[in-house]
């Protein structure tokens, strides 16, 4: 079985948003654990990493939040994108998709093809 890793640097805000597109509004403990949960459980979210990412998002306005009451009645900050944090995903979405196909050409790059 493999351990779990850190999300890697620069990958957290594309988690963060793309999560609260597909189910809405979520506290920050809910989207860590969903972010775990979509890895198979193979990332693990650092709380000390996701609640600053969390106020950069809203300061920039990609996210909104309110305070409401968990599943276990507890006082939680549950966040929502906005229509600024879905064009934010979108760009970001065409980016990784075109270091995805950038990396892959490389990783599978033999030398006759290049010469």
């Given at each position: 079985?493999?351990?779990k890793?850190?999300?890697?640097q620069?990958t957290?805000?594309l988690?963060?948003l793309?999560t ?8 920050g ?5 969903r972010?775990e949960q979509?890895s198979?459980?193979l990332l ?11 106020l950069k998002?809203?300061q920039e ?9 968990s599943?276990?009645?507890r006082?939680?900050?549950y966040?929502?994108?906005?229509k600024?944090?879905r064009r934010h995903?979108?760009?970001?979405l065409r980016d990784w ?11 599978s790059?033999?030398s006759e093809e290049l010469?």
């Amino acid at each position: 079985m493999s351990q779990k890793t850190d999300v890697k640097q620069g990958t957290l805000a594309l988690m963060v948003l793309k999560t609260l597109e597909v189910l809405g509004s979520l506290h920050g403990y809910g989207i860590a654990r969903r972010i775990e949960q979509i890895s198979g459980d193979l990332l693990s979210v650092n709380q000390g990493t996701l609640y600053p990412l969390l106020l950069k998002l809203e300061q920039e306005g990609s996210i909104d939040s309110d305070w409401g009451a968990s599943e276990n009645n507890r006082r939680a900050r549950y966040y929502r994108l906005t229509k600024a944090g879905r064009r934010h995903l979108q760009s970001e979405l065409r980016d990784w998709q075109q270091t995805t196909e950038i990396m892959a050409r490389f990783l599978s790059a033999r030398s006759e093809e290049l010469s």
